[in-house]
């Protein structure tokens, strides 16, 4: 019976799984979204969200400068035993505790993304609430096209385009090439 068993071992010793989660937990602070199996992802959320919850006590305004000092500073040691990126940790003192300080839980969201190509597993994103996408952050200039370049003959296309448009803004008529052909004519 599995009375109290409670969290997946993900088919990994339990060395390789702490350490998983870790990196893992690091990814998700750094880039606020990360995509991994559905399993993965229900068990990095628990594991964050204690790293979230450590970093927000730190944040508590009563008491001494000195009391709000040494606590920020034992919050940022335990913090430190699970994410080993001295810039993670400085993020998420400074800018995501911060921002989860009215929230009393649930800084994770897990969104199902289907199944993976390769071998049907059950991919998932798991983001930090508040971070979602934006569409209006990469607002196209005009006379620019949204659609990236698809394939070899589209990219191929667009860097010819760029070229002739950089080639255009400096005045010049021939591209490099041209130039070291021609002069070697002379």
């Known amino acids: 019976m599995r009375h109290g ?11 390789h799984r702490i350490a998983l989660l870790r990196n893992q ?11 991994t199996t559905l399993p993965k992802a229900k068990e990095l959320r628990p594991y964050v969200e204690r790293i979230i919850s450590i970093a927000k006590r730190s944040l508590v305004t009563d008491g001494t400068d000195e009391e709000r000092r040494i606590r920020r500073m034992n919050a940022e040691r335990l913090v430190a035993r699970d994410v080993a990126d001295k810039k993670v940790v400085t993020k998420l003192f400074d800018t995501l505790a911060p921002r989860f300080v009215e929230r009393p839980g649930g800084y994770t969201r897990v969104l199902k993304l289907g199944h ?3 071998d049907a597993a059950e991919v998932a994103q798991i983001e930090l609430v508040g971070s979602e996408f934006d569409p209006n952050a990469g607002t196209v ?3 620019e096209t949204a659609e990236q370049p698809t394939g070899l003959r589209g990219r191929a296309r667009a860097a010819v385009k760029k070229l002739q448009d950089e080639g255009a803004t400096t005045g010049e008529d021939k591209p490099k090439r041209a130039r070291k052909s021609a002069k070697k004519a002379e």
């Open 5 to 15: 068993v409670a969290h997946r071992k993900l088919g990994r010793v339990t060395e």
């Open 25 to 35: 937990a690091q990814a998700l602070l750094r880039h606020e979204r990360i995509q």
């Open 116 to 118: 993976r190509r390769g």
């Open 141 to 143: 200039e005009a006379g």
